[in-house]
């Protein structure tokens, strides 16, 4: 396994983590409600990881991260991932979920048909729970039947995976929801 380095940086939701190995991200750890929390999830989830400063790359990752959550279209498509210790068959699922565009949805089944059999729709449903790179590989635009958001398992549980959305759905057409501006605006009260 190459080694793994990481960084905490903050954003509108609060702190996030970043673990990164030569191959590509390896993790991203949504805000645990304080700076040292968020550490030290990313510590028991990498306890092979090293606090590092990011290279340039990794920089311009966390810059589009911190933009994306404060309002900003950010398309991480190009962003190489190191899920090599991961299933096959999460890899697939990942792949056609990194196709979701930016303000759009698919459902647990949407995928599982992509994959040949919607009799997988519980196992795609277990794939996203298990998602080490969230936001870069884009779980949160994966969604139940029922027109329920489905689950989500980032700190925050569901309210984050609908603000991620409200924030994406406001430069994918559609119509403005409860959380449209929450993000950027207690982003910018922050830092002023």
Request: with cysteine.
């Amino acid at each position: 396994m190459s080694e793994q380095s990481f960084a905490i940086f903050d954003t509108a939701l609060g702190h996030c983590g970043i673990v990164w190995t030569s191959r590509g991200i390896a993790g991203v750890n949504l805000p645990e409600g304080s700076e040292e929390k968020t550490r030290a999830r990313v510590k028991k989830r990498f306890p092979e990881a090293l606090e590092a400063p990011p290279s340039a790359d990794v920089q311009n990752i966390i810059d589009e991260v911190i933009a994306l959550i404060a309002g900003e279209k950010i398309d991480f498509s190009y962003v190489t991932l190191d899920h090599a210790p991961l299933p096959e068959f999460s890899k697939r699922v990942y792949e056609i979920v990194r196709t979701i565009p930016i303000g759009q949805t698919l459902t647990y089944g949407d995928v599982a048909k992509k994959l040949g059999d919607v009799s997988l729709s519980r196992e795609v449903g277990q794939a996203m729970g298990r998602n080490p790179t969230p936001i870069i590989m884009p779980c949160h635009r994966v969604v139940a039947a029922s027109g329920k958001t489905g689950g989500f398992s980032a700190p925050g549980g569901v309210d984050t995976k609908m603000k991620l959305l409200s924030i994406e759905r406001r430069h994918g057409g559609h119509a403005p929801t409860l959380f449209d501006d929450d993000a950027a605006f207690r982003y910018a009260a922050k830092k002023s």
